[in-house]
């Protein structure tokens, strides 16, 4: 698995942006996010896996276009909306 980690301290997100991550991730609901990575902005639509907690931080766990999975900080994404 890929971690993408950015550095900086976490922000968490709201509760009812976490909700409707668990219900995509329950209903296999593809999802059209857009995130950032230091400086660089990525704009895909990514089948989420999982939600995970690490070192006070949250993740999401998403299989991209090209089939690998790959883990982004929740505080980094900047758009996320049902594809």
Known sequence: MTEVRNQGPYSPIACAR??????????????????????????QVVLPLDLKTANHEEFLVFRGTTGETLTIRLDHIQRMEPA
């Open 18 to 43: 976490y909700s409707e991550y668990e219900v995509a991730i329950l209903h296999r609901q593809k999802l059209h996010l857009r995130w950032h990575v230091d400086n660089v902005h990525y704009d």
